[in-house]
């Protein structure tokens, strides 16, 4: 590639824009003229505090977060988040819906149990996890505690296209693999949580967006550390926060402002993705997607090659030129490419370049 930079199709930890890692580079020993690195200050200074309170600001203002919304920069990535919820918001003998539509809700699922009875609302596991379920198919009570959802399953490579109405029933998602990749209306939301290690930065800090609402119905017998309030009420920063990753994260909101927000990196996003659906789709049955076409998703694109040992060696071959993390979950097998927003178009084009190419050579 033109500047060293691997094209690089992780499903997470992902690429990060080039311009922040050299931003970050060059501000590393020395920030903002403090003599400090700021992994090196104190969580409770004014230098430190103005990048956190800065980050959560434009976090508000680029995905457009009503009034009533609280921004939490938590630990323990999304999986502490499938207790997490339960935790807070499932009673014993409570019902909660849970929508599977891949490994990550099953194992949300799973943390469900230990609080209350979680029920299955809808599942696309009879059919390999290829479709989101239809809206008529999902099933909840008005009076469960939540409806818990996957928004992009990473592993399979599908994703919602509208989300469930789920009236007075808080709906609760996991966006951890496409939260900033596209415009939501955060107001059909009780509470959002992701990791940030695909579209937000580096690993080690957790979004969640909680409605203020949600957090006078939580459980008060359980761990400080473990309640959102805690976290709400300390501005999150009850405790020491991941301050480098929440510098990262608000350098990565700078470099989407910058890209034109939200609405422009979606754009980008669809264009990105096109290149490789296309591929797949005119390829005469060469390459086969995973997703049904309109599950598709636009960060993860899950194809397969029909022959296991041509499947091999695309892999290597494309491995051999220089295309990085595109064999898929080891729990599946085929192959994967996360076209996450900070994977550049020419990666995408590349790929799509070289898939074309090897139908050629291998037809
Ligand atoms: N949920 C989804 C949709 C994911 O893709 C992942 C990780 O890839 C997780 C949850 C788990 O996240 P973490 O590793 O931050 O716990």
């Known amino acids: 590639t033109t500047n060293n930079r691997a094209y690089n199709f992780n499903a997470g930890p992902s690429a990060l824009p080039l311009e922040v890692l050299e931003k970050a580079q060059k501000e590393l020993v020395n920030f903002n003229g403090t003599g400090m690195s700021i ?3 104190s969580h409770r200074s004014k230098d430190y505090e103005a990048v956190h309170n800065e980050a959560i600001a434009r976090l508000k203002k680029l995905y457009a977060i009503p009034e009533n919304y609280e921004v939490l ?18 009673q014993e003998g409570k019902k909660a819906s849970y929508i599977l ?6 194992k949300a699922l799973k943390e469900a149990k230990l609080f209350g009875e979680p029920v299955i609302s809808a599942s696309s596991k009879e059919n390999q996890y290829r479709n989101i379920p239809t809206s008529n198919e999902i099933k909840f009570d008005s009076d469960d505690a939540y409806v818990h959802l996957t928004s992009n399953n990473t592993i399979y490579g599908t994703a919602w296209r509208d989300f469930p ?12 693999s496409d939260i900033f990749s596209k ?5 059909k939301f009780a509470l959002i949580y992701a990791g940030a290690q695909k579209n937000l930065g580096p690993s080690g800090v957790t979004v969640v967006i909680i409605r203020k609402d949600l957090l006078e119905k939580e459980n008060t017998n359980i761990p400080t550390m473990l309640k959102y309030s805690t976290h709400a009420d300390a501005n999150s920063l009850y405790n020491t926060p991941p301050t ?6 608000g350098e990565v909101l700078k470099w989407i402002e910058n890209q034109g927000g939200v609405p422009a990196i979606e754009r980008n996003n669809v264009e990105k993705a096109g290149l490789i659906y296309d591929v797949i789709d005119n390829s005469k049955g060469f390459y086969k997607g995973h997703a049904t076409e309109d599950s598709r998703s636009f960060m993860n694109i899950t194809f ?25 979950h080891r729990s599946v097998g085929g ?7 900070a994977v550049p178009f020419e990666a995408c084009k590349a790929l799509a370049d070289f898939m074309v190419e090897f139908q050629k050579k291998h037809q």
């Open 335 to 341: 192959c994967r490419a996360s076209t996450y927003n």
């Open 165 to 176: 109405d789920t009236g007075d029933v808080p709906l609760i998602v996991d966006m951890s």
């Open 304 to 328: 397969r090659i029909a022959d296991e040992e041509l499947e091999k060696q695309f892999l290597a071959e494309a491995k051999e030129a220089g295309f990085v993390g595109l064999n898929g």
């Open 73 to 90: 920069f938590l630990q323990g990535g999304a999986s502490l988040q499938f207790t997490m919820v339960p935790m807070n918001f499932l």
């Open 39 to 41: 992994m090196e200050m």
């Open 101 to 106: 539509t891949g490994v990550w809700s099953e």
């Open 183 to 187: 415009a939501v209306d955060i107001s």
């Open 244 to 249: 480098f990753g929440i510098y990262m994260l």
